[in-house]
């Protein structure tokens, strides 16, 4: 067995509106290597699933492969710096950011993102989401 493609030379690319020519379904994404020039289309590689849920797995999936140790070693220097605590109160963590006063409800369900002044819907949106979760 012999590696497909190395994860370390590549980046994850999604097409816009879903557009696979010659797809059988839309939930497409793409292995492209990340030379600033692709000189043929065999060197783009290609993958189709059958829902949506599992092009994101699918993705996570890779990310994970590829920045799964960057990801572990920062977790590592993390826990150095806060201790053990870490795992039972992660609300000194925020300390080292800068406040966030500015911050909106934004709903991505339809084609066009919109921000959300209703908390009523925001509220509805949130246990939609949570729903499609538990269910899918």
């Known amino acids: ?17 879903g557009n696979c020519i010659g797809a059988p379904t839309k939930f497409c994404f ?4 990340k030379r600033s020039i692709v000189k043929t289309r065999s060197d ?3 993958f189709c699933c059958e829902s949506e849920k599992q092009r994101l797995c699918w993705k996570v999936a890779l990310r994970l492969a590829k920045y799964g140790k960057k990801l572990r070693e920062n977790y590592r ?4 710096r806060y201790g053990d605590s870490i795992e039972t109160n992660e ?10 006063t500015a911050r909106v409800a934004m709903d991505f369900t339809g084609r066009f993102s919109r921000v959300v002044s209703n908390p009523q ?15 899918s």
């Open 91 to 100: 609300s000194h963590l925020l300390l080292d950011y800068t406040k966030m």
């Open 77 to 80: 220097q993390l826990k150095l």
């Open 30 to 33: 793409c292995l492209k290597p």
């Open 1 to 17: 067995m012999h590696p497909f493609v190395d994860l370390q030379s590549c980046d994850i690319y999604v097409p816009v509106e």
């Open 44 to 46: 783009l590689k290609w």
């Open 121 to 135: 819907e925001v509220r509805a949106i949130a246990a939609a989401e949570a729903r499609d979760w538990k269910v």
